[in-house]
C-alpha cells in the first residue's frame, strides 16, 4: 500500500459516497479492460465484497442446486467448496496432476462420466450420487489450469466451468487471452494476501450476459436496481422491485477505490514477484533437495510453493520432514505458509463423503512435500538472499534432527 492507496481512500471519505457508487463502476470497467483491452469478448467485470461471494454467486446463477454435484479440486481453501454446499449441491474432488497442483483433466473426465452414469463419484460407492453439472478449475498459486482440456472435458459432459481465480490476477497467454476469463465464468479475490488487494473484496467476470444479469441483482438483495442507480436515475430512488431473495455482497466505494489503486500498479508488482520467483528459481533449481514451482507464461506468482524431493532425508517428503522444515525457519525468523491441507482430509468433507486421505494421493504428496516461501512485492533482494540462505541451513538442520538417534537432537 502506498500514498496512491492512501489518496484514493481519502477522496472517497471526503466524497460523501462511502457505499457501491462511481468508484465501483469504475473499477469494474477499468478490471475489465485490463483482461481484455479490446472488449471484443463483451466481458462484464462484477465488483463483490469478497471471492467466496463470487463463487457463490457464479454458481447460483448457473443454476447450481441441490441434486446437482460440483466437480473440483481438494487443493484449495475452504471456500471453493463451501459455495457448493450454500447451494445445497454436492462437491465431488477430483485429484491434481502429479506435482502440478492443479486439476487433472483426465480424473475429471472419469469422475464426471462416473456421476453421468448415475454412479457414486469413487469407485467403491462412496462419495456424492447426483448430476454433474459444473466444474471449479482453481489456478492454485497463480498457475494457470489447462484450459482447452477443462473445457473439452465440460463440452463432453455439459458442465458450467467456473474458474476459481481467486490467485491468479494478472494472468496473460500469449495468446493475449487471461485466466479467470476462459470459463463461463471467472472469480478473483482481493483478500490481504493476493496479488492485488482492497483488504477484503473480489471481482466475477463473465461474458455471458444472462450470468451478468443474474449475478449482479443477487449481489445487491435480489433487487433489480443496484444502488447507485436508484441515486442517480430520474426514478425515485425508494422505487424498487425485490425479485428474488438474494444476497448483501457489494464491494464499498472505500474499498473499490483502494481497488483501483491497485489495479494501476498490478503490471508493476507482478514483475517484482516474478523477479524474486527468479532468484528462488535460480537458487534452487539445481539443488537435488528441492523442486521449484512449474511455471508457465501466464504465472501470476500469488505463491512460491518449494517442495522437499523425495529422499531429502530419512523419511522422505513426508509431511514431518516438511514440517521440521518450517519449525527451522520459523527459528530463522522466516515466516512460511502451506498451502493447502487438501480439503478431502478436512473434517467436514471426510465425513460427510467418507474419503480418505489416500483418496487423492497427488494432492496428499504435494501438500506433503510443499511449503510456501515469502514473496511480496517490494520484497528487497537482501530479503530474499536471507530466506535462500535459510531455506538451504534449515534443509540440512531438518536432515540432521532426522538422522539423529532419539533424544540427541542436534542444535
Ligand atoms: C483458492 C481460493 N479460492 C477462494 C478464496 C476465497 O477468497 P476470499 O477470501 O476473497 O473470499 C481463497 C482465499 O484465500 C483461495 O485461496
Excluded at 127 to 145: E, I, K, N, Q
Aim: net charge neutral.
Amino acid at each position: 500500500m502506498g500514498s496512491e492507496e492512501e489518496e484514493a481512500a481519502i477522496r472517497v471519505l471526503r466524497s460523501g459516497w462511502l457505499t457501491t457508487g462511481r468508484e465501483a463502476l469504475e473499477f469494474e470497467k477499468e478490471f475489465a479492460a485490463a483482461l481484455d483491452p479490446s472488449g471484443e469478448s463483451g466481458l462484464r467485470a462484477l465488483a463483490v465484497n469478497s471471492a467466496t461471494s463470487g463463487l457463490h454467486l457464479a454458481l447460483e446463477a448457473c443454476g447450481v442446486g441441490p441434486g446437482d454435484v460440483v466437480l473440483t479440486s481438494p487443493y484449495t481453501f475452504t471456500s471453493t467448496a463451501e459455495v457448493i454446499r450454500y447451494l445445497g449441491a454436492d462437491v465431488a474432488f477430483v485429484d491434481v496432476g502429479p506435482g502440478s497442483y492443479l486439476i487433472d483433466p483426465d480424473a475429471l473426465d472419469r469422475t464426471a462420466a462416473r456421476l453421468a452414469e448415475g454412479l457414486s463419484a469413487y469407485a467403491d460407492g462412496r462419495g456424492p450420487t447426483g448430476r454433474p453439472v459444473a466444474v471449479m478449475p482453481v489456478h492454485f498459486a497463480g498457475l494457470p489450469c489447462d484450459m482447452d482440456a477443462i473445457a473439452r472435458v465440460a463440452a463432453r459432459h455439459g458442465l458450467r466451468v467456473v474458474e476459481d481465480a481467486a490467485h491468479s490476477f494478472p494472468s496473460r497467454f500469449p495468446d493475449g487471452r487471461c485466466a479467470g476469463a476462459l470459463g463461463d465464468v471467472g472469480v478473483f479475490s482481493f483478500y490481504a494476501t493476493k496479488t492485488i488487494t482492497t483488504g477484503e473484496g473480489g471481482m466475477v467476470v463473465t461474458a455471458d450476459p444472462e450470468l451478468a444479469a443474474r449475478i449482479s441483482v443477487m449481489r445487491s438483495h435480489g433487487i433489480d436496481r443496484s444502488i447507485w442507480n436508484r441515486y442517480t436515475d430520474r426514478k425515485a430512488s425508494w422505487r424498487y422491485a425485490v425479485i428474488e431473495a438474494g444476497f448483501k455482497y457489494n464491494l464499498p466505494d472505500l474499498l473499490a477505490a483502494v481497488g483501483r489503486a491497485q489495479l494501476a500498479k498490478a503490471g508493476r508488482m507482478l514483475e517484482m514477484r516474478r523477479s524474486i520467483a527468479a532468484r528462488y528459481d535460480q537458487a534452487f533449481s539445481s539443488d537435488p533437495r528441492f523442486r521449484t514451482p512449474p511455471t508457465g507464461f501466464a504465472d501470476a506468482r500469488h505463491l512460491y510453493p518449494l517442495r522437499l524431493a523425495a529422499g531429502m532425508d530419512a523419511a522422505g517428503t513426508d509431511a514431518a520432514g516438511r514440517n521440521r522444515m518450517i519449525d527451522a525457519l520459523q527459528e530463522a525468523g522466516i515466516g512460511t505458509s502451506v498451502h493447502f491441507i487438501p480439503l478431502h482430509t478436512m473434517p467436514y468433507y471426510a465425513g460427510r463423503y467418507k474419503l480418505r486421505d489416500g483418496d487423492f494421493p497427488n494432492a496428499m504428496e504435494s501438500f506433503s512435500a510443499s511449503l510456501s516461501l515469502p514473496i511480496w512485492p517490494g520484497m528487497s533482494d537482501g530479503q530474499v538472499d536471507r530466506v535462500i540462505a535459510a531455506v538451504r541451513a534449515a534443509a540440512v538442520r531438518a536432515a540432521c534432527r532426522e538422522a539423529a538417534p532419539s533424544g540427541r537432537t542436534p542444535v
